[in-house]
């Protein structure tokens, strides 16, 4: 799993929720196309702007709402890299990182502006701003999740329990 | 330890477990739907090895794309049925009502138990004393496969609502008075317990309001602890479907138990409330915002749909005539039975409601109802998100069925005191 993630900050606010990220009706959509809708309910050109290795940044409570799984896919695809917020609605979460998907906590997020540079080091555990230089530590992604993010999500996860158990 | 807490340690096979623990657990229950469910996880059922840990431990129900409004939904659900039917799964539900409802209605869930399903709204089936958790469709898959789980034990917050409710208010504007308080993140990775004399006199209906609006306050869980009248639900039944499981499921805290934290509601000082757009937590009395033209009125789905729901807004409806056209998708075809033969149905039909089909309905914003750019509709539906039902322009204002009653009476956002 890759450990170093540099790219440009795309910032959003509190309670995003996942009918934002993937407006219901794209539901129906197979999973595979569902990047090119990711986060229309907010910004409709997101999906053409987003650049492979950009990051979501954002407050409290992100990926509230629904637990629909399409909501972290439609971030995969369209080339997000991780999403860096204060706060996570637990499913969104547990979404993220069973697909792989870094969904990681810092402190305070409302310094980060839009087009700001990031880097995020999940080896030594830090977000830096690589405008201001600042720089704060990931508060989560520890246990369990961060077995399970580093196998790459819980389906390889799970096969090495079954593995294990055999 | 705390209700949720005794829960997790049964299932865990622990004598203890306290919060921040992290724990595989083992599931009585797994649950899913046809837009969670074998569309989604198929995939990942084969890269697991195919086999299911308990076909009697697993519930589908076909609820967010029926009735099919196109093409892509009727695939959907011939992709679901044949999944069903190739597995040969028992507890399969096509069409005759929202997932979340059936495991309460059915007797699917127990007092006790631990409930997994592949939808932020599995946490209603905590109305009756269950630990339901809401998760994706691949971590589901992970469930169907292995029986377990990983948790991480959630802190407990309880929530009190003294005195006895006003025959103005309903469950729904308990919720949204949570809300209103301490908003919509305030329990995140918590589990939130319901109690108090208000909630001990609420029928199975009223606590799975609570219970289901716990996603909503970001909690991982919403319980209430089963009261001798909900658990009469279970030893009432003779065929036994009903009863807990054998190994002594727990049914309250410990005495003294301890919460992170506990939040006093008294009943009779709240209002009838609404939540304003675009968020489930922009809570204001109806009066406030009272006057509103409305171009929708809205009765249905997890949360609003219940029998209890319909029955509420007959009070308001008997004898009068809608002026914004009322729609009502009701929560399960057994609603439809039950309030067809108590005379309910007449009374909303009379009154000029809309009766559709079983199911999520417009709520899921998939079909039934949408709404057009700039519409304004009130709802019981769960959420007022922007786009959730339709066009992301359109509001939704969420209120109990009393006050979406009394609003589509006079056309108007309207406090249904007017009419009580």
Same mark, same amino acid.
């Given at each position: 799993m890759q450990h170093i993630y540099e790219g440009q900050a795309w910032v959003f606010g509190d309670h995003v929720n996942t009918d934002q990220i993937?407006?219901? @009706?794209?539901?129906? @959509?197979?999973?595979?196309?569902v990047g090119r809708y990711a986060l229309v309910g907010l910004d409709a050109s997101f999906p053409e702007r987003v650049a492979p290795g950009d990051f979501v940044v954002a407050g409290l409570?992100?990926?509230?709402?629904?637990?629909?799984?399409a909501a972290v896919m439609a971030l995969k695809q369209a080339g997000v890299a991780a999403v860096i917020a204060r706060s996570f609605a637990r499913i969104f979460f547990r979404n993220a990182i069973n697909n792989g998907f870094p969904a990681v906590i810092i402190a305070?997020?409302?310094a980060i502006r839009p087009s700001d540079r990031l880097r995020l080091d999940l080896g030594t555990r830090v977000v830096t701003n690589?405008?201001?230089?600042e720089a704060l530590s990931v508060q989560n992604l520890t246990g369990t999740s961060q077995e399970i993010l580093q196998r790459g999500g819980i389906v390889a996860y799970t096969l090495a329990r079954i593995q294990q158990a055999r | 330890m705390t209700l949720t807490e005794k829960i997790i340690a049964r299932a865990a096979g622990r004598s203890h477990v306290a919060p921040d623990d992290e724990v595989w657990a083992n599931v009585d229950l797994a649950a899913m739907h046809d837009s969670s469910g074998p569309r989604r996880i198929a995939p990942t059922l084969e890269r697991l090895?195919?086999?299911?840990? %308990?076909l009697s431990r697993i519930v589908l129900a =076909?609820?967010?794309?029926?009735?099919?409004?196109?093409l892509r939904h009727a695939e959907i659900l011939t992709t679901t049925r044949d999944w069903a039917r190739k597995t040969g799964l028992p507890h399969f539900f096509d069409s005759v009502g929202v997932l979340h409802n059936l495991l309460l209605e059915q007797g699917l869930a127990k007092p006790g138990t631990l409930i997994v399903g592949a %939808?932020?709204?599995?946490?209603?089936? &905590?109305?009756?004393?269950a630990l339901a958790i809401g998760v994706g469709a691949t971590e589901l898959a992970t469930v169907l496969v292995t029986g377990q789980i990983w948790l991480r034990v959630p802190p407990t917050v309880l929530i009190r609502f003294e005195g006895a409710m006003p025959s103005h208010l309903t469950a729904r504007d308990l919720a949204m008075v949570v809300l209103q308080r301490?908003?919509?993140?305030?329990?995140?990775y918590r589990a939130v317990e319901f109690a108090g004399p208000a909630v001990e006199a609420f029928d199975l209906d009223e606590r799975a309001v609570l219970a289901n609006q716990a996603i909503e306050m970001g909690a991982k869980n919403g319980i209430v602890p089963a009261s001798a009248a909900v658990l009469d639900l279970f030893s009432g039944d003779?065929?036994?479907?009903r009863r807990p499981p054998a190994?002594?499921?727990?049914l309250a805290g410990d005495a003294g138990c301890s919460y992170e934290a506990t939040h006093m509601f008294t009943?009779?000082? =709240?209002?009838?409330l609404v939540a304003a757009?675009?968020?489930?937590?922009?809570v204001m009395p109806a009066q406030q915002v009272a006057g509103l033209e409305l171009d929708h009125a809205y009765i249905g789905s997890c949360? &609003?749909?219940?029998a209890r729901d319909l029955r509420e807004a007959a009070r308001i409806l008997r004898g009068k005539r809608v002026k914004t056209p009322l729609r009502i998708t009701p929560a399960t075809q057994r609603v439809v039975e039950d309030t067809l033969h108590d005379g309910t149905l007449q009374v909303l039909i009379d009154a000029g409601a809309i009766v559709q089909a079983p199911g999520c309905g417009a709520c899921a914003g998939l079909h039934s109802g949408l709404l057009g750019p700039k519409e304004r509709c009130i709802a019981t539906v769960t959420r007022n998100y922007?786009?959730?039902?339709? %066009?992301?322009t359109a509001e939704i204002y969420l209120a109990s069925p009393l006050t979406v009653a009394a609003s589509a009476v006079t056309g108007r956002l309207t406090d249904p005191r007017e009419f009580l």
């Open positions: 993937l407006p219901g @009706r794209f539901l129906d @959509r197979p999973m595979d196309e409570n992100f990926g509230c709402g629904s637990s629909r799984e305070e997020t409302s690589l405008r201001t230089g | 090895g195919g086999r299911l840990w %308990d =076909i609820d967010h794309f029926t009735p099919a409004a196109n %939808d932020s709204h599995t946490v209603t089936a &905590g109305a009756i004393g301490l908003r919509a993140d305030f329990a995140i003779a065929s036994g479907s190994s002594e499921p727990p009943v009779s000082s =709240i209002p009838p757009p675009p968020n489930v937590d922009h949360v &609003g749909g219940k922007s786009g959730r039902m339709g %066009d992301s």
